[in-house]
């Protein structure tokens, strides 16, 4: 067994590709590239934004970090290399998956990650180079990238390799077209199986709500289901939602014209839509007043704004992306007279109660 895994360690750079190979083949038998509505600003966006991290930043990382090891800590070179490589690996899964969760959930919540996760929402098709689309800063500043860098420098290299392979299979399989659970939610037959799988990993259903549109269709939740590998830190800290459904709209609420350049360098560069987010004249303002709107709601879904700073009130325009708050879901069953909050203060959420009048 140790000479498997030390085989697959040393050949940990073609599995990679082969994972890469072997869901794209699928991808493409599939007929994704024949029904895709991906421009070529998307493509080169995808391959591009794959190359700065594989080719440039991850590995200056881990020489940036093993040479500075070398110059002030030389004597931790070693200290993992006579450890069981089995604990090691569960203990390299356990510390990087729960970086990968809490960096991402406070990509949601702070204004400035986001607009540099932002490029990853943006995709309106699910797809595995979709794994890759974030802001060259945003991998740079990634915890998981310099805690790779650290335990290989400690004499972690197997174990990190034979994760980054497992890694792999998790994470592009969960953002691959391919959506391998699906037989799981076939047969009811396998639904005692079905809870064990997506209770422990991350299934392409599980993250596909958290690429869907919003929260109107119930089967989406773009601000919960952060989980990279695992789904177990989604639980815990209840941003979990299962459905065993796939959403049909992906993407953002916003329809901005951005171009590819501008999402993956910005800062640097940054939207001349003025509508966007990451243009230079983009600003959160509150929208809120003391007065609820009074409107007859025919059924549907309805997203009441939560934030305060949506343009649209009290409906959610998708500002909310980059705070701590996501909006209320509003399920009008038949026509009838509402009194929509607009204060953000009223306990019934969408509907007011009144608070604004204590203001």
Known sequence: MKEFI??????????????????????????????TKRSKGDFIQE?????????????????????????FFPSWSSLLSTQNIFLVLIGYLLIDDSLQYWYHRFAHENEFLWKLHRPHHAATEMGLL??????????LLMPNIWWIALLTFIGGGIPVAIGLILKQLVIIGSHSTTKWDRILYKYPALSPLTYVVEHILVTPAFHYAHHGVSLADEVSDPNGNFGNMFTFWDQL????????????DFGL???????????????????????????SGSKKEQSTRNEPTRMTLEPGNYLWCSCGFSKTQPFCD???????FKPKLLKVEKASAYSLCNCKRSKLGAICDGAHKAL
């Open 237 to 248: 800290f209840g941003s979990a939602l299962f459905t065993r459904k796939y959403p049909t």
């Open 130 to 139: 979709v794994s890759y689309r974030n802001a060259a800063l945003y991998y």
């Open 253 to 279: 609420q916003q329809e901005v014209d951005d171009q590819w350049y501008e999402h993956v360098f910005y800062p640097i560069l940054k939207s001349k839509d003025n509508r966007s987010e990451i243009s």
């Open 47 to 71: 391959f591009l934004s794959f190359g700065i991290l594989s080719l440039l930043t991850k590995p200056a990382i881990v020489i940036l970090v093993a040479y500075l090891g070398q110059f």
């Open 6 to 35: 030390l085989y697959l360690a040393n050949h940990e750079q073609f599995l990679i590709a082969g994972v890469l190979i072997f869901f794209g083949l699928l991808e493409i038998t599939g007929g994704l590239l024949a029904k």
């Open 318 to 324: 998708g500002s909310h992306h980059g705070t701590k």
